[in-house]
């Protein structure tokens, strides 16, 4: 299993960023998928996640500035970042959970994990 991410940098305050997840072996379409992030010193948290059938799920402070979506046809999620701030700061994490984990939380029970990339909102 291999989950790449790309896309993160540094933005000033305001701006825009769009996160990719290239996804492989696994069943991609069948899975849900996630972004989480983890600030310096903070506790990794859920961004937003999408479910296999399409359904998505934000975390209140990313709510009406990220879009998560998805093409099955490429095996890639993407997390579309904008009016970011600087506390959005940190590294952004793809994750996927397959379709035999619990699914009863939206941010719980994530199996496979990238290793991260980061997004630094500064002037």
């Known amino acids: 299993v291999q989950l790449v991410e790309s896309g993160g940098g540094l933005v000033q305050p305001g701006g825009s960023l769009r996160l990719s997840c290239a996804a492989s072996?696994?069943?991609?379409?069948?899975?849900?998928m996630g972004w989480f992030r983890q600030a310096p010193g903070k506790e990794r948290e859920g961004a937003a996640t999408?479910?296999?059938?399409?359904?998505?799920n934000y975390a209140d402070s990313v709510k009406g500035r990220f879009t998560i979506s998805k093409d099955n046809a490429k095996n890639t999620l993407y997390l579309q970042m904008n009016s970011l701030k600087p506390e959005d700061t940190a590294m952004y994490y793809c994750?996927?959970?397959?379709?035999?984990?619990?699914?009863?939380?939206?941010?719980?029970?994530?199996?496979?994990w990238g290793q991260g990339t980061q997004v630094t909102v500064s002037s």
């Open positions: 072996g696994f069943t991609f379409s069948s899975s849900d």
């Open positions: 994750a996927a959970r397959p379709p035999w984990a619990d699914r009863r939380n939206w941010y719980a029970n994530f199996v496979y």
């Open positions: 999408i479910d296999s059938d399409g359904r998505t």
